[in-house]
């Protein structure tokens, strides 16, 4: 989808007009992959707009550049002060938030220790990621997710979203929304940008983080919104033939938040429309993010943007 222009974009600590956040075509990041980074929403509300899990996020972004041993001189308060600062200042609400760290310019080489190490942080409006209103029509992809101890699957990183890209790419020229992809044994993993959870039975089953799938703090959210719900949660592999037999499935994940699986290979799930677990969970969700419902975890930071109508509520 296209991208819309904000103002300002957050760089090393300071606010620059859009248009001048620009990197050298030598910086490292380009060369050899280099960034970790994150997304978040911010919603509006009728009490005023607020961003989903900020914390949570900024965290996982310290955690991914450990991970690749990537200094960044920011801790969690000052990163989440750095996005409600420059979401104030863009005045524009509800938005997507892309925080993102990487290897600058200054070193080439495969050894990123001693190139520069730059943070940017931008928000634009941006809506509906998965296609369709009326549930998602997927497929499972012939990609399969990265092998343990080959990329880290815990660390949300650049170069993990090429194996993304062929799972997403190969799934929309074969007429599919989206891609699941399976592991490297064959058990289902996540989608190319999301999380996967499918309904038996009554009983919320979801892949656990040993098949390669990223910890999504939105799978979290609905992991704590089933409990909550008295809805039994499971983690555990699961085989590709599940998706075929399941009563219900969906994906989560900051950009697609809760949507339904409508298909799967040319196969209904159900009978194709948002079944009963799913129900509940994706009114809960967007129940609590946009204000309807009270924010009983604390999940959402309050900006101060007057804000326009919900992004992203189906």
Known sequence: MPLETTKNIWHNGRLMPW???????MSHVIH?????????RCYARPEGPGIFRLSEHMQRLLDSAKIYRMPIRYNVEELCSAVVDLVEANGVAPCYIRPIAFRGYGEMGVNPLRAPV???IANFPWGKYVPGNDGADVCVSSWNRLAPNTMPSLAKAGANYMNSQLIRMEAEINGYSEGIALDVN?????????????????ILYTTPLANSVLNGITRNSVITIARSLDIPVVEQALPREMLYICDEAFFSGTAVEVTH??????????????????????????????GLKPDRYSWLTPVKVPAAEPVGVS
């Open 261 to 290: 699986l409508r298909s799967v290979d040319k196969m209904l799930v159900g009978d194709g429309k948002m079944g009963p677990v799913t129900s509940a969970i994706h009114d809960e969700f967007f129940g609590i993010v946009n």
């Open 19 to 25: 248009e001048q956040a620009q990197i050298h075509v």
């Open 118 to 120: 730059e943070v940017y």
């Open 32 to 40: 050899y992959g280099s960034s970790v980074f994150e997304g978040l």
């Open 186 to 202: 064959g058990y289902l993993s996540e989608g190319s940008g999301e999380n996967l959870f499918v309904v038996r039975g009554g």
